[in-house]
């Protein structure tokens, strides 16, 4: 992924409405995009697409994920385990 998509998709990525999707979405991209190839990066970009709360949905299981996007990234999406609520906690505290 060349530097410049890489910088569009990290905003996008991080500026989605609320904490909670940016938390998801952004940290999703953070940790496993670095080794992404053309078709992953297709995926989350029209992941970008799709509204924070059928993302959020999806990840936690509460929403079915529509067949365009099962498959590994949406596997690897619901694990949720790139979330680090501990650094995001001391933020709120500050705000």
Do not use: C
């Not at 940790?31 to 709360?53: G, H, K, P």
């Not at 929403?63 to 590994?72: A, C, K, Y």
């Not at 385990?81 to 709120?92: A, M, R, S, Y």
Request: no cysteine; net charge negative; hydrophobic share 40%.
């Amino acid at each position: 992924m060349d530097q410049e998509t890489r910088k569009k998709l990290h905003y996008r990525a991080w500026h989605r409405g609320t904490r909670e999707a940016d938390m998801m979405v952004g940290g999703f991209f953070d940790t496993y995009s670095s080794n992404w190839d053309a078709d992953q990066i297709t995926w989350f970009e029209r992941l970008l697409m799709e509204q924070d709360v059928d993302i959020m949905g999806w990840a936690m299981g509460t929403i079915n994920v529509p067949s365009s996007f099962e498959g590994d990234m949406m596997n690897l999406f619901k694990r949720l385990d790139f979330i680090k609520l501990v650094d995001e906690l001391q933020n709120i505290s500050k705000d």
